[in-house]
């Protein structure tokens, strides 16, 4: 759906069959992936962050984590973190790293926060402040008041001047919704539990929410993106310091 080359045949089959049920899940893929290129830009170049724990990274593709940050700060420091064994064995690529930073990678659930704690912080300097990101994966974490806890946890060992960077699916378009619900009765995967803006908002309850404040990702200071303009998607997210 963003355009790439790196994938299976049975990803693409996948694929084609998500856009015959539901053609806006490819301006979903596409947009939240853009803001998460904007985010990573603006902490890199402008908010001076130089750490960044990626949970929920998927499979590589253009611009990761690491790309985008290493090009404005090329001493910049990313822990990659994910559960999905295909991720694992595209690891290598992740690992590309700048002489002057690192990159690092960890096999785990969003759900062991002291385990991925413990990990990353043989890269990472957690005395130091770190961008926390989390893009489209605590829908994962079925449970909201488990999901809360999980972020706050993270949070609870980033120092202040860090920030939370997390964009989720929501339910504002009943399309996503009920494409959703097929996709998690039928795959056998983990089911994603799109939840309401004001939920997503209150992952951030405590911080200093950057402007424009929580909204659709189209909608996260836009720029000119490869794919132009598209109309707002049923994913929203956000980016807010810790004081």
Not at 13 to 31: E, H, L, N, T, Y
Not at 71 to 100: G, K, M, Q, W
Not at 163 to 188: E, F, I
Request: net charge negative; aromatic share 8%.
């Amino acid at each position: 759906m963003l355009g790439g080359k790196d994938n299976y045949p049975v990803d693409r089959q996948a694929g084609d069959r998500i856009r015959q049920v539901f053609p806006g899940m490819v301006d979903i893929a596409r947009q939240s992936r853009y803001m998460l290129v904007r985010v990573v830009q603006h902490l890199a170049a402008e908010a001076g962050i130089r750490q960044f724990l990626d949970i929920g990274t998927g499979l590589p593709t253009v611009d990761n984590t690491h790309e985008v940050a290493q090009r404005n700060a090329p001493e910049s420091r990313i822990v990659y973190v994910d559960n999905d064994p295909l991720v694992l064995v595209h690891a290598a690529a992740l690992l590309t790293s700048a002489p002057e930073g690192a990159t690092d990678y960890i096999q785990a659930d969003v759900r062991d926060p002291d385990f991925i704690l413990g990990k990353a912080a043989e890269t990472l300097d957690f005395s130091r402040p770190t961008a926390l990101m989390l893009m489209g994966i605590m829908g994962l974490v079925a449970d909201y008041d488990e999901a809360r806890t999980v972020v706050d946890r993270l949070l609870a060992a980033l120092p202040s001047g860090s920030y939370l960077a997390l964009y989720d699916g929501t339910d504002t378009d009943p399309a996503y919704v009920q494409a959703l619900g097929g996709y998690n009765r039928g795959s056998g995967a983990i089911p994603y539990t799109p939840r309401s803006p004001e939920k997503i908002a209150r992952f951030f309850d405590g911080l200093e929410l950057l402007e424009p404040g929580v909204v659709p990702v189209t909608a996260w200071r836009p720029e000119p993106n490869p794919w132009g303009t598209a109309p707002e998607v049923a994913c929203w997210g956000g980016v807010a310091r810790k004081a």
